[in-house]
C-alpha cells in the first residue's frame, strides 16, 4: 500500500538542517535540538543514511554527521525508501496511480531542493503592522 511514516519527513527535516549548516560536521544532538526530533530516534535515522552512503560520520569533539554524498544527487524517494521501505509497489487499482505520482514526485525531488524549498520560505514570511 501507500504508507510514509514519521520517518522520512524527520530525515528530511534534519537532512536540510545540515544542508543550512555548512560543509563541516555537525552533532546529531545538535540537528535534533533545532529542529525539534528526539535524538535516539535521529540516531536510529541517520545510523541508515550513513550505511547507505548518504552521510558520513566523524568521532571525536568535532565530530557529527555530514554529506557523503551532495545533497543534489540524494531523492527523496532514496530517503524515504530506505526508512520505510518500498513505497506503493504493491498497491492495485487507483492507490497504483497515486502510488506512481508520489513517487514521481518524490524521485524528481532531490535534498537540496528541499534545503531550497525552506530556505525560500523561510524567506518568504513577511509581516505587515
Known amino acids: 500500500m501507500l504508507s510514509i511514516t514519521t520517518k522520512g519527513p ?8 545540515l ?3 555548512g560543509d563541516g560536521p555537525v ?10 526530533i528526539p535524538v ?9 543514511l550513513r550505511r547507505s552512503g548518504i552521510l558520513r560520520s566523524q568521532r571525536g569533539v568535532k565530530g557529527g554527521y555530514s554529506f557523503g554524498r551532495p545533497p543534489h544527487e540524494v531523492t527523496v524517494l ?10 506503493g509497489r504493491e498497491a ?6 497515486a502510488a506512481a505520482a508520489a513517487r514521481a514526485v518524490l ?16 524567506g518568504a514570511a513577511m509581516y505587515y503592522i
Open 10 to 17: 524527520y530525515a528530511l527535516r534534519a537532512l536540510a538542517e
Open 19 to 21: 544542508g543550512r549548516a
Open 27 to 36: 552533532s546529531i544532538a545538535e540537528l535534533a535540538r533545532r529542529r525539534d
Open 40 to 48: 535516539q530516534f535521529l540516531e536510529q535515522l541517520f545510523a541508515v
Open 78 to 87: 532514496e530517503v524515504v525508501e530506505l526508512l520505510d521501505g518500498p513505497l
Open 92 to 97: 492495485t487499482s487507483v492507490f497504483a496511480e
Open 107 to 122: 524521485a524528481s525531488t532531490t535534498v537540496a531542493d528541499v534545503i531550497d524549498r525552506e530556505a525560500r520560505d523561510a
